[in-house]
């Protein structure tokens, strides 16, 4: 079963940048989709990018070209750049893992979340 591990999260200023990892483990990396959602405090949990098994990449409308997702299957981990951070940006990332089946059964994989706080 796969295992996700996200780190990279933390405090930082308004304008600034971090670069999130999820690190993979247990399973084939590069069979599954990986995504990324936040969470922010008293809000639902919405997705913010993925990147396909081909390198097919989305971004939520919203982000306006300041993050930028990637993977390296050699290194089972994907990653997600975040630059000129807004304090809104504020929440908890959480990567996904996620494949279908053959059947068309989505199967998806968390990892625990790390926290980006975005604050002077």
């Known amino acids: 079963q796969l295992q996700l591990v996200e780190s990279g999260g933390g405090l930082v200023q308004p304008g600034g940048s971090l670069r999130l990892s999820c690190q993979a483990s247990?399973?084939?990396?590069?069979?599954?989709?990986m995504e990324w959602y936040r969470q922010a405090p008293g809000k639902q949990r919405e997705w913010v990018a993925s990147i396909s098994r081909g390198l097919y990449i989305k971004y939520a409308d919203d982000l306006d070209g300041r993050f930028t997702v990637s993977r390296d299957n050699l290194r089972d981990t994907a990653y997600l750049k975040m630059s000129n951070l807004k304090p809104e940006d504020t929440a908890v990332y959480y990567c996904n893992a996620n494949y279908i089946t053959g059947l068309g059964v989505r199967s998806d994989y968390w990892g625990q979340g790390t926290q980006v706080t975005v604050s002077s």
């Open positions: 247990g399973d084939n990396f590069d069979q599954y989709q």
